[in-house]
């Protein structure tokens, strides 16, 4: 650690607490720390400006757009409310196991990726715990070894 740079135990930030327990600033402390704090607000405007200097390949991160497609289907609008519905027909309610509520997901029958086609269709949708979705063919790893394992068969 840099010279003068400690980190407050526990204990001592309870006993200053303690010792400013029913202590009141006095009207012109107050002020002075009013006054203090007024120059650190940013205006709206220069957050503005300084969001719009950040934006896509200006900013310090970038990239150079490499978001998937799979990524940018994911996030859409369309497969948000494709999820949701799927959820309300099946009631929030895994279709295997019949747990209510918890960490849900939505399951494409016909895979995401190999029907493209069925990708926002609600009847290719099922409901399902996580437990339950990790135990299906298609669940990420499991799917990704299956097509390894079916190409180095050709």
């Not at 934006?55 to 994911?74: A, C, F, M, S």
């Not at 990726?113 to 990708?119: H, T």
Request: with cysteine; net charge positive.
């Amino acid at each position: 650690m840099p010279s003068g740079v400690y980190i407050r135990s526990y204990e001592i930030k309870e006993s200053c607490r303690q010792r400013m327990l029913g202590h009141k600033f006095s009207d012109e402390t107050i002020k002075k720390l009013s006054e203090a704090n007024m120059g650190n607000k940013c205006p709206e405007h220069v957050k503005k400006i300084q969001r719009e200097l950040h934006l896509g390949d200006k900013n310090p991160q970038w990239k150079g757009g490499v978001t998937t497609e799979n990524r940018k289907i994911r996030k859409s609008a369309e497969f948000k409310l494709w999820r949701t519905s799927v959820f309300i027909r099946d009631d929030y309610t895994c279709q295997w196991c019949g747990e209510r509520g918890g960490e849900l997901h939505p399951h494409h029958i016909k895979p995401f990726c190999d029907y493209p086609e069925l990708r926002f269709a609600i009847d290719n949708g099922l409901t399902l715990c996580k437990t339950c979705h990790m135990t299906t063919d298609t669940w990420g790893v499991n799917k990704k070894k299956e097509r390894i394992w079916k190409e180095s068969q050709l």
